[in-house]
């Protein structure tokens, strides 16, 4: 991953191949947004050169400009934050604005940032978004632009002690994030059930993380009718792990739940050929909860953390699941299988009910459950639903750690639409409100303990082109609310 280190040098003497500048709106005018001390001469072009270069300071906009001797930089990049107050810009603005930039310079060995980080919250902010930006996937590529080398992040706080603790989270959130990016991008040929086990092992040797995994002959023994049953139909048979962290003293214990659909053909209900060219991204719940696990013991968090991620790959074959088979999950509930593409809260059942019966304080999963969650909230907004108290929890988090989530009900009459002749609950109900269908399954499987859904179907993978820190491909999307989430657990 690209270096980052604090520094309170003079900016103008960094000899840098750019220094990165905040460009924002007010009155509908551009101008710079204060950051590391620029020399005089330096401020008043630029000032002068923004309307003349078109420069409107708008979010993701990125502009390089050559500023003459006065810096020993090569170039000032200025960077867009948007529309910004008297306080200057919000922490996700300024995420956003280092991530565009430091992407955008990619090929480059040596950045300074030279932006606002007057805090050590705005330090944080903005090393963590520079790294974020920073994030290449080259595993297949024959070539590639490399990423940022260095960055040097100005700011008169370097020695102080909140930065540096803001900087050394930073670092943790993006190889967590970068982690989860990785596992989202790679192929389904490479990443299967078993594999992505011995994935999960690898990343938690020699860390305080533990890992167990049942493989199918266990799986079979304990009950798992739900990973049994989507897995069947792969010639790579399903896996569920544990991932636990578990501190001295620890004041909580959160479980967390991951989808871990390796790659989803649908099934014998199978889906058209353009709806599996991103199904390779449908284990991104359980890379995210693998990885926040893993953060959480980076940063000593005094709460333990029990992951579960339920890893099966769906295919279609003369073995697969069949659509009015009838399945039992682990714990006796039965179901009815009538769409074998409803696959994702059949696995997750199994491990809901596996997570409950370590009986944690709260219950969190995550998935890319539901094309629904696009057509209710698009691509770029994730969904919480849950125990109230909890989902607002989730939200809560979500806004301080700067990721998109959006309070969603689970309408108890919606529940009615699953019901089935032959067995306790079916696995497909009302297709209006297909994403609460789908929550409200889960439901079922959770039991007393408190808990909440994330449904990350659309902002897991980014179809698009890059905006801010979001690459194309895997985007790490909840990877920082469920560690904020934990680290307010550890609070309280």
């Known amino acids: 991953m690209t270096e980052l280190t604090l520094t309170t040098k003079n900016v103008a003497r960094i000899p840098a191949d750019a220094v990165v500048v905040a460009v924002g709106r007010r009155d509908g005018q551009p101008l710079l947004v204060p950051g590391a001390a620029l020399p005089s001469a330096v401020t008043s072009t630029l000032t002068t050169l923004l309307p003349a270069l078109g420069v409107s300071g708008k979010a993701d906009e ?170 069947q139909g792969s010639q790579r048979p399903p896996r569920l792990v544990r991932v636990s962290y578990s501190p001295v003293r620890a004041k909580a214990h959160v479980g967390l739940v991951g989808k871990g659909i390796t790659f989803d053909s649908g099934g014998l209900s199978i889906k058209p050929a353009k709806g599996m060219e991103t199904m390779k991204m449908d284990m991104a719940g359980a890379a995210t909860v693998l990885h926040a696990v893993m953060a959480a013991a980076a940063l000593d968090l005094p709460v333990k953390v029990t992951g579960w991620l339920a890893l099966a790959e769906n295919m279609p074959s003369g073995s697969a699941q069949r659509p009015s088979d009838v399945i039992t999950i682990r714990g006796g509930k039965t179901v009815e299988v009538l769409n074998t593409d409803a696959e994702g809260r059949l696995v997750m059942a199994d491990a809901l009910v596996a997570a409950g019966e370590e009986n944690p304080d709260v219950i969190v999963d995550i998935a890319t459950l539901t094309g629904a969650q696009m057509v209710a909230l698009g691509s770029q907004v994730g969904a919480v639903m849950g125990t109230e108290d909890v989902r607002e929890e989730v939200i809560a988090a979500a806004g301080a750690a700067g990721e998109d989530f959006w309070p969603m009900p689970l309408p108890a009459e919606l529940a009615e639409s699953m019901k089935s002749q032959v067995a306790d609950i079916a696995n497909m109900g009302d297709r209006f409100g297909g994403m609460l269908v789908a929550g409200l399954f889960l439901k079922e499987f959770v039991g007393a303990t408190p808990w909440a859904h994330l449904d990350i179907a659309g902002p897991a993978f980014n179809e698009g082109k890059p905006r801010g820190y979001t690459p194309e491909g895997g985007t790490g999307t909840g990877l920082r609310t469920l560690l904020t989430f934990l680290e307010r657990a550890a609070t309280r």
């Open 62 to 231: 990125v502009v390089r400009v050559a500023v003459g001797k006065e810096l020993a930089a090569t170039v000032v990049v200025l960077t867009g934050v948007g529309e910004v107050g008297e306080d200057g810009p919000t922490l996700e603005t300024l995420r956003r604005a280092a991530g565009a930039a430091t992407r955008s310079l990619a090929g480059t060995a040596d950045v300074a940032l030279a932006l606002p980080a007057d805090t050590a919250e705005r330090v944080g902010a903005v090393a963590e978004g520079a790294l974020l930006g920073t994030y290449s996937y080259d595993r297949y590529r024959t070539e590639h632009r490399a990423p940022v080398a260095r960055l040097e992040l100005v700011t008169d706080l370097a020695r102080s002690k909140e930065a540096k603790a803001a900087h050394a989270r930073a670092v943790v959130v993006a190889e967590a994030v970068a982690g989860v990016r990785d596992l989202v991008n790679a192929s389904p040929a490479d990443l299967y059930p078993e594999s992505f086990a011995e994935e999960a092992a690898a990343a938690a040797k020699g860390t305080k993380v533990k890992v167990k995994v049942l493989d199918e002959k266990a799986l079979l023994a304990g009950g798992y009718g739900g990973l049994i049953g989507v897995g």
